[in-house]
């Protein structure tokens, strides 16, 4: 595992894009804290930059990546190599390289600017939003043997949780609003990791009063320390369940 | 050595092996021969693992391989087309597959020298040409001295000289007892080689015979003519 773990990253590091990305993840955070006089605020405008791109990048690059990887896999198939490990190696090499990418250029920043709480807390959102967008792209690319396909249901999915779901919800609310759904939208968040993403930030940085009287339901939910440990548990799930999946339908592919 | 048992593989609708049983020993070298689609490369394949069979079973040294991946070690596979990460250099592929394989014998490196691919390690691997591609496909395939050895249309596109290297070769590691299993369509290529044949119709086996026998039933001497000789027969 270690040996062709050593390849992928190699291979990934040496795609010049991801160093790109870091960049571009470093300029934001650093433009963020710096036109911000109020390091809190830069830290929500940064917290807006991270949930549009580290999911997109994030879904985006690994799906083309699985795909261009079906050579690397074949060549590996023909070795004395179980099929778990294979899979098991792309993951923990596009987690690892993003990952850092992410530390790199979000951490240092955060590390810096915000208090030491809020930016750790924002780094580990940050990579768990980067591993479950993996985790995605993993299951949209075993749907598939297309890459053009597989590259399609990744966008969608990107398109769901980033853009529609907030829409959805939204429009829930506003056709819903005269009933007491405070305590539905609870459940309904989990549905989305970027939306867990944000409720868990949104309280951490104390500014959930905005919410208006969700907020103060999500307050009392995520707020207490079972909360908090319950939000982290279902992001978990939302990076185990995706690659289970697709790990069990390569187990079982053809090549 | 390869035991193939009512083996089946369903591609959707359709049905690509059909109950096949075969039994393979070592020190032989046999020919797969049958139409294109016959499921050749699909048998080849099952035997390998990449494909995963939907019916039977395939044993390898008296061991099922469908949970074993051990048995991989003793096969030297050399594909059809030859598929390679394309920004690595022959080097890097070379290198790579020896510390995963990772082992402590010597290496055969016959083909290596003589293909002189040491000459050509930096290309990149999708600069290459459909032969060169095979040439490292080939030498990849006896580097670690396997019990086993799997060609799937070895000379398709290799040049005569380089085919002729590797078909000494053939002859030389099927003299040390090994088991190699040939598929091709160039009948007249493979009279000095083998000595069974296997032929394939739409995921059947028509028939698995040894050469003396099938030349001496027909009356041919080419294995070419003898299999025309059978086929019309029908």
């Given at each position: ?19 790109f ?17 109020n ?32 050579e ?10 179980k ?7 792309l ?10 990418s ?5 951490g ?13 807390m ?14 995605l ?16 249901y ?16 939204l ?7 005269d ?40 307050k ?14 279902l ?11 697709s ?9 | ?15 690509v092996l ?40 395939i ?7 469908l ?21 690595m ?37 999708n600069t290459?040409?459909?032969?060169t ?11 670690f ?32 007892g ?18 069974e044949i ?8 028509l ?10 039933e027909t ?11 059978i086929?019309?027969?029908?």
């Open positions: 595992m270690r040996r062709i773990l050593k390849y992928v990253i190699i291979d990934i590091v040496k795609n010049k894009i991801v160093v990305y870091t960049i571009l993840i470093a300029l934001f955070a650093w433009s963020a804290f710096g036109l911000e006089d390091a809190s605020k830069g830290l929500l405008t940064l917290l807006n930059i991270i949930l549009f791109v580290v999911p997109l990048f994030s879904v985006l690059f690994s799906t083309i990546y699985i795909y261009n990887s079906s690397f896999v074949e060549l590996l198939l023909s070795q004395p190599i099929r778990n490990k294979i899979w098991n190696s993951f923990a090499g596009l987690s690892v390289s993003l990952s850092v992410f530390l790199i250029g979000a240092i920043p955060l590390l810096i600017y915000a208090e030491p709480r809020k930016a750790l924002m780094i580990v959102v940050g990579i768990f939003i980067t591993l479950i967008f993996i985790s792209a993993f299951f949209s690319s075993i749907l598939s043997r297309d890459k053009a396909r597989g590259i399609g990744s966008i969608l999915m990107w398109l769901y949780f980033a853009l529609l779901f907030d829409g959805l919800v429009f829930l609310m506003f056709q819903l609003s009933y007491p759904i405070e305590k539905m939208m609870v459940m309904i968040s989990a549905l989305s990791p970027i939306d867990l993403s944000r409720i868990l930030m949104l309280l951490e940085l104390d500014v959930s009063a905005m919410l208006g009287y969700t907020g103060a339901i999500f009392q939910f995520f707020g207490t320390s079972l909360g908090l440990v319950l939000t982290f548990f992001l978990l799930l939302w990076i185990v369940v995706p690659y289970v999946i790990l069990r339908k390569f187990r079982i592919k053809d090549l | 050595m390869i035991e193939v048992k009512s083996l089946s593989k369903r591609f959707g609708k359709f049905l059909n109950e096949l049983n075969l039994h393979l020993r070592s020190g032989e070298c046999i020919a797969l021969i049958g139409p294109n689609g016959c499921g050749k490369t699909t048998l080849i394949k099952s035997i390998l693992g990449m494909v995963v069979p939907t019916g039977g079973d044993l390898f040294q008296k061991k099922s391989i949970k074993d991946i051990e048995y991989r070690k003793k096969i030297g596979y050399m594909p059809q087309i030859g598929r390679y990460p394309e920004n250099t022959i080097g890097q592929i070379f290198d790579m597959v020896k510390s995963i394989r990772n082992v402590d014998y010597q290496l055969d490196e016959d083909l290596y020298l003589q293909f002189e691919i040491e000459k050509i390690l930096h290309k990149p691997m290459l040409s459909g032969g591609t095979q040439k490292v496909s080939a030498a990849l395939a006896f580097l001295n396997p019990e086993v050895l799997i060609l799937d249309e070895p000379t398709a596109g290799l040049d005569p000289l380089s085919s002729e290297i590797l078909k000494d070769k053939v002859l030389k590691e099927k003299a040390k090994k088991l190699i299993l040939i598929t091709s369509h160039l009948l007249s290529e493979l009279d000095d080689m083998v000595s296997i032929f394939m119709q739409e995921g059947e086996i028939f698995h015979q040894e050469v003396g026998v099938l030349t001496k009356g041919m001497d080419r294995i070419s003519k003898a299999i025309v000789h086929l019309k027969k029908r």
